[in-house]
C-alpha cells in the first residue's frame, strides 16, 4: 500500500499504524531522502533548489518502489513526476486528503515547510489545486482524514483496500 497526499496529512503517522495492523513493514521516501542525503529536506531546497530535490525525490520513490512490499508513505510533491505517477498505476494507492482549515489545525501551515514559506494558507490553497488532480489520478481510494484520529483513518483506508489485519 502506498499513501499519497498533501504535507501534515498524517502519511507517516497512518502508514505505521497500517503496517503494524497488516504485520508488514513500514518505509517513508521522506526518511530515505534524509538518510541518504545526510540533510533535511528544507536544507535541500535551500541548499539546491526544488529541481534538484525532486530529483533526489524521484531516484528514492522508485527504489522503495522496486524494494519494499509494505507500506510507503510519499513526500507530498513526489506524484508531480510523471514517472512517478506511472510506477503507482500497479500499486495501490490511499489518497488521504484534507482540506486548508485542517491543515492549518494540524501543521499551522508554517515551520519546516520550504513550499509555504511566505504565505502558507494561500499557498497551501495553490499547491491543493495544482496537485489534486494528480493525488486522485493515481489514487486506488480516497480517505478523507478531516476530523479523524489516525486510528480512524487507518481503519478508513483498511476498509476501502478491502483488506484484513493481520
Known sequence: MVLVGPMGVG???VGRLLAERL???YRDTDDDIVAA?????ADIFVDEGEAAFRAVEKRAVRSALTGHDGVLALG???ILDEDTRGLLAAQRVVYLSM???EAVRRT????ARPLLAVNPRKQWRELMEARRHLYEEVATA?????????EEVAEAALNALELKEA
Open 108 to 111: 499551522g501551515l508554517g515551520a
Open 37 to 41: 542525503e545526510n540533510r533535511t529536506i
Open 11 to 13: 502519511k507517516s503517522t
Open 142 to 150: 480516497v480517505v478523507p482524514t478531516d476530523g479523524r484520529t489516525p
Open 99 to 101: 482540506d486548508v482549515e
Open 23 to 25: 504485520g508488514v513493514g
Open 76 to 78: 507530498g510533491g513526489a
